[in-house]
Nanobody, 116 residues
Framework: VQLQACGGGLVQTGGSLRLSCAAS??????YGWFRQAPGKEREFVAT????????YYSDSVKGRFTIFRDNTKNTLHLQMNSLKPEDTAVYYC????????????WGQGTQVTVSS
């Protein structure tokens, strides 16, 4: 299993970014995004089942971020709109497989910086 994230960058307050994560492997059951700001612990951002239709978001991003998957390319996405300086963090994609639910697979992280 490999997860390769990309799409981070520098954006002004109110701007948008789309994060992508190429997933290789089989029997995925759930995927998600987490983030870690400097000096803070990694926190949950959004998750969805692999088949879709069960998206769940943290209160801090609800209504601004959208999690979805490109079925044809097995690529995970996080569309981030109305970005705020407090969204600045390293973002990690995450996945779990139905064959080993207790194990988390992580991408390498991509930096998102929102300037005020």
């Amino acid at each position: 299993v490999q997860l390769q994230a990309c799409g981070g960058g520098l954006v002004q307050t109110g701007g948008s970014l789309r994060l992508s994560c190429a997933a290789s492997g089989r029997t995925f059951g759930r995927y998600g995004w987490f983030r870690q700001a400097p000096g803070k612990e990694r926190e949950f951002v959004a998750t969805n089942t692999w088949r879709g239709g069960n998206a769940y978001y943290s209160d801090s991003v609800k209504g601004r971020f959208t999690i979805f998957r490109d079925n044809t390319k097995n690529t995970l996405h996080l569309q981030m709109n109305s970005l705020k300086p407090e969204d600045t963090a390293v973002y990690y994609c995450n996945a779990q497989r139905t064959t080993d639910w207790g194990r988390n697979y992580w991408g390498q992280g991509t930096q998102v910086t929102v300037s005020s």
